[in-house]
């Protein structure tokens, strides 16, 4: 299994920027698919957005679009989720995500992550 481990969480304004780090270990080159998710108190855990590594497409939920971005990071086997023009409601913990193995599409890569490896989450507070 791969394992993930999330960085950057923490405090922030309404309408400041936070990014999220995710570091990817036991990762392969048929590892294409990564993501993020978040779970606010009292609800479902729900996909932010994707990132299909192998052609850098990505894919967002319309409550993050225009204003998140998902993109590798500059370490090795990392993956950031950038946050800017934060709100209350985007409050919760942040999980990082790997889909399932030998995903060689976008849309594949968004109808499986959830099927995949989490890491332990980093929570992200907004007021």
């Known amino acids: 299994h791969v394992q993930l481990v999330e960085s950057g969480g923490g405090s922030v304004q309404a309408g400041g920027s936070l990014t999220l780090s995710c570091v990817v270990s036991?990762?392969?080159?048929?590892?294409?698919?990564l993501g993020w998710f978040r779970q606010a108190p009292g609800k479902e855990r729900e996909l932010v957005g994707v990132i299909y590594t192998a052609a850098s497409t990505t894919y967002y939920d319309d409550t993050v679009k225009g204003r998140f971005t998902i993109e590798l990071g500059s370490a090795p086997n990392s993956v950031d989720l950038r946050m800017n023009n934060v709100k209350p409601e985007d409050t919760g913990m942040y999980y990082c995500a790997a889909g399932p193995d030998e995903v060689w599409t976008l849309g594949l890569c968004l109808s499986t992550i959830s099927e995949g490896d989490y890491g332990q989450g980093t929570q992200v507070t907004v007021s």
């Open positions: 036991r990762r392969t080159y048929s590892h294409n698919c």
